[in-house]
């Protein structure tokens, strides 16, 4: 797992900053903008594309299958917008399996199926793949440890052994990209990123007291600690 390496923060973290939540047509919106307003800080939920672009920080969440998500943010014309966004992005769940490169879910299990993927944003480099339980129950749901942490901001105050909340059956693989690792049957990406965008499989919204951690970690992040040219991932 690659060591990422935190810069000191250098501005103060103002609450009423712009935080924006965009608007996937999912189910999850409500509990993810509560969840935000519980630690003192202000979000707007949206499908507005200058409005997204204008964030300061973007979370973007998701329930339900890859297939039919991506239909919704195709017919709402936000793909260009989110693989061109430079602010600090953090995906929660399908929210974060969309900012990868394809995905198996949601395709079907027909023979003329065999063989296809569902092409999803492309920001990060790594792919969605059906979780390898070796026997265990699918979908992976309920409450799991952490592996494995990487030295990223994303993770201050987050231990191997702390517990997140998981609901799923696809998962991406280990890989460059991995900050955070869990097991179920075999190892998974708990929690992937690349330079401004940043994925947790977990859902921090649930995760109890750590989730509202990794949340409150992502909306005082400073953007230099992540963009693209400070290397940190």
Wanted: with cysteine.
């Amino acid at each position: 797992m690659k060591k990422v390496v935190a810069k000191e923060m250098t501005k103060t973290i103002d609450n009423n900053s712009n935080n924006v939540i965009v608007d996937t047509g999912c189910a999850n919106l409500s509990s993810v903008k509560f969840a935000i307003e519980r630690l003192g800080f202000s979000v707007t939920i949206t499908d507005d594309i200058e409005i997204i672009k204008a964030a300061d920080k973007v979370i973007f969440p998701g329930v339900g299958s890859a297939k039919y998500a991506m239909k919704n943010i195709i017919e709402k014309g936000l793909v260009a917008t989110l693989q061109s966004l430079t602010q600090p992005v953090l995906g929660f769940c399908l929210g974060m399996q969309l900012m990868t490169r394809s995905s198996t879910e949601g395709i079907g299990s027909t023979e003329e199926n065999q063989g296809s993927l569902i092409e999803c944003l492309g920001i990060i480099p790594t792919a969605i793949e059906p979780l390898n339980s070796q026997g265990n129950r699918l979908p992976h749901m309920g409450w799991n440890t952490l592996t494995k942490v990487a030295n990223h901001p994303i993770l201050n105050g987050i231990s191997v052994d702390d517990y997140f909340y998981f609901v799923h059956s696809f998962a991406a693989p280990i890989s460059e990209y991995t900050l955070a690792s869990c097991e179920y049957g075999s190892e998974f990406s708990a929690i992937i990123g690349k330079d401004n965008f940043i994925g947790c499989q977990f859902h921090p919204e649930r995760s109890g007291a750590l989730g509202s951690k990794i949340i409150k970690n992502f909306l005082e992040l400073d953007f230099t600690q992540v963009k693209p040219e400070s290397n940190t991932l």
